[in-house]
């Protein structure tokens, strides 16, 4: 039986309010510190060993000990066995999550500029620019504490959206346990190869290369806390799309909601990690004090009640404020990864919020649809990210050159331009480069 949670409370009016929700919106630093200092260790013996570094970090961390890399890759047979093996109802759901998932991210790589295109000048002149997808990807699918089908498909289908060739997925199994429904996805959404590796092993391997695993161009995928710290190191020698760490929910609300409804959102995160952090801001106290009650009534009904503990104790926040204007401030200060506007009207809010990786609107829309087969991406920024990042998407799978054609006519009026300006930064050679090539 899990003792009664008291969800720590804020309240806007207090004084240095700010100052301690920015804190209690970060992870304790020494945890950052040592977290990377075992990640650094993890990266150099990856590069420098390969192949022996996976095997053993994966014999220490996943409790999987096997002699060579190459009996934890699962061929694509096994896939589809596993797909083929999966009762009508999980197929079905997996499949329909699956053409959702699809049809939104094909609806993206249209509306969101993942094409090529170009214009001509009077004179002639032809600018655009080119649109390629990367050749080969790292997919991280994380599977420490729970497994993650959804997770698959989030990151395969946009890959294979915008034209990947080759789609690299890597995903822990502790003790060797493989989940049916994991695979499955993986052979749906179309993965290429999938390795049974994970943590900020998985991710070296697939930014340096080893013996048997090959080293991707981008590496994408949400992780726990090791993960994201290998993602920023590995950063440059490999492209990645953001850090997506530990899960995070707030929930704004005006009263009007059920509180049980919000108290099980708020589990619906919480249950991920006991470092994910799930807020409640709400102007109205009673309503707040109904969701505390709620807590303590729904959490002994819950497996996964002790992670759901460990996380409201430690990082959740009950935050009464003075309205609704006051409280869209608040969000678009913590910037959260999933933002719930549980609240009459959802739409006057949302047209307020600027800082979220996902806005769910009205009671209905619960976060957890979201996750599954809603159609937009559940891998989204943490930690105060979604400032100046996205939802994982299409264009996290390509990338663009620079077109430029330009015409006899259209060289010389450049040339005149550029002429002037590589003299002015000093630059001969650029000068002459441009002037050869005016008509006497
Ligand atoms: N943002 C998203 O889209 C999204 C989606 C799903 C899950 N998540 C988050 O992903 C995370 C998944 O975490 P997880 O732990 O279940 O799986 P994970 O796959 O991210 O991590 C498991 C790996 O962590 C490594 N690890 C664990 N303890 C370690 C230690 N002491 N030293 C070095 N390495 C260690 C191991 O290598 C292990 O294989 C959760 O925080 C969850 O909230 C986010
Ligand atoms: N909420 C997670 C993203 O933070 C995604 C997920 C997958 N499965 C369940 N939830
Ligand atoms: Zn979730």
Redesign the pocket.
């Known amino acids: 039986m899990p003792k009664p949670v008291q969800v720590k409370r804020l309240n806007s009016q207090d004084i240095g309010f700010i100052e301690t929700l920015l804190s209690s919106l970060s992870l304790p630093m020494a945890d950052d510190e040592a977290i990377d200092a075992a990640v650094v260790k993890i990266l150099t013996a990856v590069k420098a060993k390969g192949d022996a570094a996976v095997l053993e970090f994966t014999k220490q961390f996943d409790r999987l000990n096997v002699a060579k890399v190459s009996e934890l890759e699962i061929t694509r047979p096994e896939l589809e066995r596993a797909y083929n093996e999966l009762s009508a109802v999980q197929k079905n759901a997996l499949d329909v999550a699956a053409q959702r998932v699809r049809a939104y991210h094909e609806k993206q790589k249209i509306e969101a500029g993942c094409h090529s295109w170009e214009y001509e000048e009077a004179d002639g002149t032809r600018l655009g620019q080119k649109v390629t997808p990367l050749d080969r990807v790292g997919i991280y699918v994380p599977g420490g504490k729970?497994a993650?089908p959804?997770?698959v498909l989030m990151n395969a289908i946009p890959a294979k959206v915008a034209g990947v060739a080759e789609v690299i997925m890597v995903v822990p199994t502790p003790d060797g346990s493989r989940n049916p429904l994991v695979l499955a996805a993986a052979y749906l959404a179309g993965v290429d190869r999938v390795f049974t590796i994970g943590g900020a092993q998985a991710v070296a391997a697939l930014a340096y290369g080893t013996e048997t695993i090959p080293s991707v161009d981008k590496i994408v995928g949400?992780g726990n806390a090791y993960v994201a710290a290998a993602k920023r190191r590995v950063f440059g020698t490999v492209g990645i799309d953001m850090i997506?760490g530990p899960?995070?929910i707030l929930v704004l609300c005006d009263g009007s909601s059920n509180p049980d409804w919000v108290a099980m959102d708020l589990f619906?995160?919480a249950e991920?990690d006991e470092q994910a952090q799930s807020i409640l801001l709400c102007p109205d106290a009673k309503f707040i004090e109904q969701v505390q009650d709620s807590i303590n009534r729904l959490l002994p009904e819950m497996p996964r009640a002790k992670v759901i503990e460990a996380s409201l104790t430690n990082r959740a926040l009950f935050i009464q404020v003075q309205d609704m204007k006051q409280a869209c401030e608040i969000a678009n200060a913590i910037a959260a990864?999933?933002l719930e506007i549980c609240t009459v009207d959802p739409r006057q809010w949302a047209d307020q919020i600027r800082h979220a990786g996902a806005i769910f609107m009205g009671n209905y829309t619960s976060?957890?649809l979201g996750?599954?087969c809603a159609g937009p991406n559940?891998?989204?920024p943490?930690a105060r990210t979604a400032r100046f990042s996205s939802p994982l998407g299409v264009y996290d799978f390509i990338k663009r050159s620079s077109m430029i054609e330009v015409s006899e006519a259209g060289a010389q009026t450049l040339g005149a331009i550029a002429s002037t300006l590589a003299h002015g930064e000093g630059l001969q050679a650029h000068a002459r480069a441009a002037e050869m090539r005016l008509k006497k």
């Open positions: 729970a993650y959804s997770s949400p997506a899960s995070e619906s995160q991920h990864e999933h976060e957890s996750d599954y559940h891998v989204l943490t």
